[in-house]
């Protein structure tokens, strides 16, 4: 009797499990030291198996009919996937690949098994991966998507998630056979800032940040979108940003009924202070005129009657004197009330009131004011001179209670089309703490002031320590000279 086949050497040392079986019944003639390790029998033992019990799950119509349809050419090999089971009852998933050999006469099965555990558990760890992916797409608003731009210029959507159809009215499908769909969708006053967002981010290699218009023509609306992305770049010189598109509308619409809101607000604080500017004029004048007259009057016949006093009567004068000198005091308040309301000066242009505030706030306060005004004669609208010259009150003001400076410099100039107003201290300055406190309504008088003018009032630290308020307005176009002297000569002829 010959003794049984078995592997040769080089096949008893492979790192692969390698297993010969009698091709009529199946049973394990020999293993290699791989497989044997592996499975946890010892090869007397393994010898006494055969295939369907080292793999109970196979089925044998299913493996018999597998290995009709394998023939014994060179090379001709049929595979299977399966489960072998270790001595201990666990089991792990193998490849097996047959091939039909001759040894001695006796014909036999060459299996070559491929551990296949690593790679179950990769596919295992990639299918959980792809869960929870899914899972989070799936439940992002909006749309998450890939974006290809090919050196040829060509585009295409490799991925994009469910959200697809609600976002944009079009399926994966129609969307990933046409790129170019999407883009028609952008309004065309939308489109050129779309373009230009892809091209930064494209030579930059930047986030690519844009919000846009939409046409859904499936629901007749327009929508606005937010896409933000991230490029890379990719060895064949296509670039690919992975991003998400969100619906914004919602929010967008919020911020124009903010900004109508406010526009409304500011339209109705300009027309406050000016009907308050317009109240106070009249105040004034009404006080300057009926008061001040009054008192004058009261005055003149005081000094007719302390005239007609008799000499002998001492305290009557005395008397007449003490109300002489109460009209006088009631002449300068009613002054100093009127000049408060608004003062005369601002009959003389902007310059010369900005300069007499600054001569009242020096005796007043103690601190000397330097005024820097290259252009004596700056013509501005009442109104904006008015509302010009409030803020620079409001300013001096706040020094005086907050600054504790020593020195103020006040600086206007005509910039071309703007004149720019700065006031600056050398006080201890400005905290950004201190713009946020809920009672600071000076600042924020002034300025809501100065947007009811077109302007901007900034707050910045002045050279050397302080605070320095800055405020541009927009100057109104003067008449074109050449018109004016055309219109004249006209007018003369």
Same mark, same amino acid.
């Given at each position: ?71 014994? $050419? ?5 595979? &299977? ?15 097996? +690949?047959?091939?039909? !050999?001759?040894? $001695? ?10 551990? &296949? ?46 959200? +697809? ?21 952008? &309004? ?47 060895? $064949? ?45 009249? !105040? ?18 005081? /000094? ?32 100093? !009330? ?34 820097? +005004? ?24 706040? !020094? ?24 600056? $201290? ?34 910045? /630290? ?28 006209? &007018?003369?002829?």
């Amino acid at each position: 009797m010959s003794p049984n086949p078995s592997l040769a050497a080089e096949m008893q040392s492979a790192t692969s499990e390698i297993y010969l079986f009698d091709a009529a019944t199946l049973e394990v003639v020999d293993a290699n030291q791989a497989a044997r390790l592996h499975l946890g029998y010892d090869n007397a033992t393994l010898c006494k198996m055969t295939a369907f019990q080292l793999a109970p799950s196979l089925d044998c119509g299913a493996v018999t009919e597998l290995l009709q349809d394998l023939s014994e $050419d060179v090379g001709a090999q049929v595979g &299977l996937r399966t489960r072998l089971r270790r001595a201990d009852g666990s089991s792990y998933p193998v490849k097996l +690949c047959f091939l039909r !050999i001759v040894r $001695d006469g006796q014909r036999l099965l060459l299996a070559i098994g491929e551990d &296949l555990s690593l790679e179950q558990a990769a596919t295992l760890a990639l299918e959980q991966y792809q869960a929870r992916f899914n899972a989070i797409v799936n439940h992002t608003p909006g749309l998450v998507y890939q974006f290809m731009l090919h050196p040829d210029g060509r585009t295409d959507f490799p991925y994009l998630s469910d959200g +697809c159809q609600a976002l944009l009215g079009l399926t994966v499908l129609e969307l990933q056979h046409d790129a170019s769909l999407f883009e028609r969708l952008i &309004l065309p006053e939308d489109r050129k800032g779309y373009q230009e967002a892809m091209q930064a981010s494209r030579t930059a290699l930047s986030a690519w940040n844009w919000e846009g218009r939409i046409w859904i023509d499936a629901w007749k609306d327009v929508k606005w979108i937010n896409l933000r992305a991230t490029p890379h770049a990719l060895p $064949d010189g296509a670039l690919q940003w992975d991003g998400i598109m969100t619906n914004i509308t919602a929010s967008r619409e919020e911020q124009e009924e903010v900004r109508r809101s406010r526009a409304r607000l500011a339209e109705l604080t300009a027309h406050i202070e000016q009907v308050k500017e317009q109240e106070r004029t009249r !105040i004034a004048r009404e006080i300057h005129d009926d008061l001040g007259g009054n008192l004058t009057a009261i005055k003149m016949a005081l /000094a007719m009657l302390s005239a007609r006093l008799p000499v002998d009567q001492p305290a009557l004068g005395a008397k007449a004197a003490y109300v002489d000198d109460l009209v006088d005091r009631t002449i300068e308040a009613v002054h100093r !009330i009127s000049l408060d309301l608004r003062p005369t000066t601002l009959d003389l242009g902007l310059v010369a009131a900005l300069e007499w505030q600054a001569r009242e706030f020096e005796k007043q306060m103690g601190i000397a004011v330097v005024m820097r +005004c290259p252009d004596k004669d700056i013509e501005l609208d009442p109104d904006h001179a008015a509302a010009l010259f409030r803020i620079f009150q409001e300013a001096l003001t706040n !020094i005086a209670k907050h600054a504790g400076a020593t020195r103020v410099t006040v600086s206007l100039r005509r910039q071309r089309h703007h004149l720019s107003l700065s006031i600056c $201290d050398n006080g201890r300055g400005i905290q950004p703490a201190d713009r946020l406190k809920p009672q600071s309504f000076g600042l924020r008088g002034m300025s809501e002031r100065a947007r009811a003018l077109g302007g901007t009032l900034a707050l910045s /630290a002045a050279p050397g320590g302080g605070t320095m308020v800055t405020i541009k307005i927009r100057l109104a176009p003067a008449p074109a000279t050449g018109t004016a002297k055309t219109s004249k000569a006209a &007018l003369e002829e």
